[in-house]
């Protein structure tokens, strides 16, 4: 069993502001293939927004790409996500993935909020 514990978000920030959301996975018998941040909007999908492989590869929306960076301490099991000039379209709720070899695994969100 794998659990994804997000830190960072439930948090109100004014558009233009920066904000650091971390996840760290705990658990046993699985291997990161890769780890990355989605967000929902009220009334909207999930989309994804960053994501890191075990090889540090990195893939962005383009609706993030350029403010937000994703890093991550492979193999300690934690992706962060740095977000910069923050828009109050990047209002949602965040949820940490995490790929196994044979499943995805998702952590329980957190908000952010953006005001303008």
């Known amino acids: 069993q794998v659990q994804l514990v997000e830190s960072g978000g439930d948090d109100l920030v004014q558009a233009g502001g920066s904000l650091s959301l971390s996840c760290a996975a705990s658990?046993?018998?699985?291997?990161?293939?890769?780890m990355g941040w989605y967000r929902q909007a009220p009334g909207q999908n999930r989309v994804l927004l960053a994501m890191?492989?075990?090889?540090?590869?990195?893939n962005y929306a383009a609706s993030v790409k350029g403010r937000f960076t994703i890093s991550s301490d492979f193999p300690k099991t934690t992706v962060h996500l740095q977000m910069n000039s923050l828009k109050p379209e990047d209002t949602g709720t965040y949820y940490c993935?995490?790929?196994?070899?044979?499943?995805?695994?998702w952590g329980r969100g957190t908000q952010i909020t953006v005001s303008s």
């Open positions: 993935l995490l790929e196994d070899r044979t499943r995805d695994y």
């Open positions: 658990g046993s018998d699985f291997t990161i293939r890769a």
């Open positions: 890191i492989n075990s090889d540090g590869n990195t």
